[in-house]
């Protein structure tokens, strides 16, 4: 190619049949029942048919639950990411209820998303190949606890975390790049998580402020 091209391609670990459920791997089986586990596996395909004759150009990374932001402008637009609704619920209810504690997610804070991707580009890691990044693997249940812990510790509030449905699973592995490996810090995850819940109550307060003024 004429231009110097490099791609970076954010896929899903949810494109796996077996994700959360057993370990996984690069060969692992796809999902292809799910309709936002094919479009990513379907992106893949078409970076891999056009691209992979030309020498170090692409990385495809499939990645878990990315979760963390700095500034936002409404709730609704982050309310559909788990830690964050988990974030809002204790927040706003004290409580949070899960369905299925047992289920397993990957997890990445946001700070370390960015970080990999900076990596990538600064150390030109364009092997054209497909990575999977987790960093940091819990059951549902955890995640909820350790929101209801952190909530406890910045704000003193008392969360109630409700489950419907439990039993305890040995947490997944999900196997990675050696070149492109970290190893999880939890304090990174209290940390991102402990930023979304004061960015949400910050959020609230500006809100109910606006809402008298008008």
Known sequence: ???NIKLIYISSLQIYKNYGKKNLS??????TKNL???SHYESEK???KKFLSHKNMFTILRVGNVFGFKKYEKLREINNNLIHSFCISALKKNKIIIKNGHVQRSFVPSEIFIYLLNFIIRKNFFKNSIINFPYKNFSISDVAKIIKKRSQLIFNSGVR???????YKKIFVVHTS???KFY???R???FEIDRVLQNIKKWEKIYCYKKILN
């Open 161 to 167: 975390v409700l489950e419907k449905k439990f039993y």
């Open 36 to 38: 936002y586990s094919k």
């Open 1 to 3: 190619m004429k231009n």
């Open 178 to 180: 050696k070149y492109l």
């Open 188 to 190: 990174k995850i209290y």
């Open 184 to 186: 999880p810090v939890n």
């Open 26 to 31: 690069i060969n692992s089986k796809i999902n």
């Open 46 to 48: 078409i970076i891999l």
